[in-house]
């Protein structure tokens, strides 16, 4: 049974994300908080293993509350619950930063918000399944700009599977790698920060000009897509460099996981590894097709592993798939494939 506290200083939301959680049999909203100095006291005396946080409170707001966590131990799994501002953006990164363990993004209109109700859940039980971290400190060194890549995409229920995956990725992996999901402008520098922190090698939400280094894992930021265009290295490879682009978003997003694979489909051509996990619609099929035309690997996650599977589906229909497997067994494949190819 999963214990949580809940802090909000709203009612309603508290009301909503007790009644969402209460649904699950091996959940226990076992208090709420509407504040900061209130979520302190009931820590203390109700020693949660997980409480989800607001930001802004009355009192002590949700970074102040993450300042003093640092003195309790043992201290419960932190989720940060972010409204959709950049505001908040600017937030959530600072609590990953302060040792926050995840967060997941509030809809903008109450009538929505037992929506979330799935994901809240599955947020809430996979925290259960990490360790809890410090903040890393990566002693991997670069390889240098990479003649290989992987290229991960995906969109709802895509995070949680990230965690298993880049966890599992081998630290001596001699490619880079640039993942692509779907999420509102200003986020996704907060899940390069939590990322990092699972990862073997360094991760970073992508920045103008990123070079696509081996044993590197890079963000495409949210708001623009992430295009990759080739560059010769000092050895006289060819390597990717990021280009962000404010082409009109495709398939209704930006970035878009097509525009990601094409992109490097061009510059890699047969040293390309795709990866879909879970997501809605139709972003990645055709890029994943660019790749296999071009010579590289196409794989796709097992539906039973996924919470969506339209993306994967996606290239399923373009007929792009050169394997379909488990979660937990993609990451060895990975390698087995980036060590076959020449460089």
Excluded: W
């Excluded at 972010?82 to 990953?96: F, G, V, Y």
């Excluded at 894992?217 to 295009?227: F, P, Q």
């Excluded at 992109?263 to 660019?290: F, P």
């Amino acid at each position: 049974m999963v214990k949580v506290l809940t802090v909000d200083d709203s009612v309603f939301m508290r009301t909503i994300i007790r009644d969402i959680l209460s649904k699950d049999p091996s959940i226990e909203v076992v208090g709420t908080a509407s504040n900061g100095l209130e979520a302190l006291e009931k820590i203390q005396e109700l020693k949660p293993d997980v409480m989800t946080l607001d930001i802004e409170m009355p009192k002590m707001n949700g970074l102040e509350v993450l300042k003093e966590l640092k003195k309790i131990r043992p201290r419960p799994k932190v989720l940060m619950l972010s409204s959709l501002t950049s505001k908040d953006a600017e937030a959530t990164t600072e609590a990953i930063s302060l040792g926050a363990d995840d967060f997941m993004l509030k809809p903008k209109d109450i009538p929505h918000v037992r929506e979330i109700g799935d994901e809240l859940i599955g947020k809430v039980k996979h925290l259960m399944t990490l360790p809890s971290f410090e903040v890393p400190h990566k002693s991997v060194e670069s390889g240098g700009a990479a003649d290989r890549v992987v290229l991960i995409g995906s969109s709802a229920g895509g995070p949680p599977m990230l965690d298993t995956l880049l966890a599992a990725i081998p630290p001596t992996l001699p490619a880079g790698i640039i993942v692509t999901q779907h999420m509102p402008t200003g986020f996704t520098a907060a899940l390069a920060a939590r990322f990092n922190r699972i990862a073997p090698f360094p991760v970073k939400e992508t920045d103008n000009g990123d070079i696509v280094e081996s044993r590197r894992i890079l963000l495409s930021k949210a708001g623009v897509h992430t295009v990759i265009s080739g560059v010769i290295g000092p050895n006289g490879t060819k390597s990717g460099r990021i280009v962000h682009s404010n082409a009109p978003p495709m398939h209704g997003v930006r970035p878009a996981v097509d525009k990601t694979f094409e992109s490097a489909a061009h510059v890699y051509g047969k040293r390309c590894v795709s990866v879909i996990l879970s997501g809605m619609g139709n972003d990645a099929g055709e890029g994943a097709h660019a790749i296999r035309d071009a010579g590289g690997v196409s794989i796709i996650c097992d539906e039973k592993d996924c919470l969506v599977y339209g993306m994967a589906r996606s290239a399923i229909n373009k007929e792009a798939v050169d394997k379909v497997l488990p979660l937990n067994k993609i990451a060895q494949e990975i390698e087995r494939v980036v060590l076959q190819m020449e460089g």
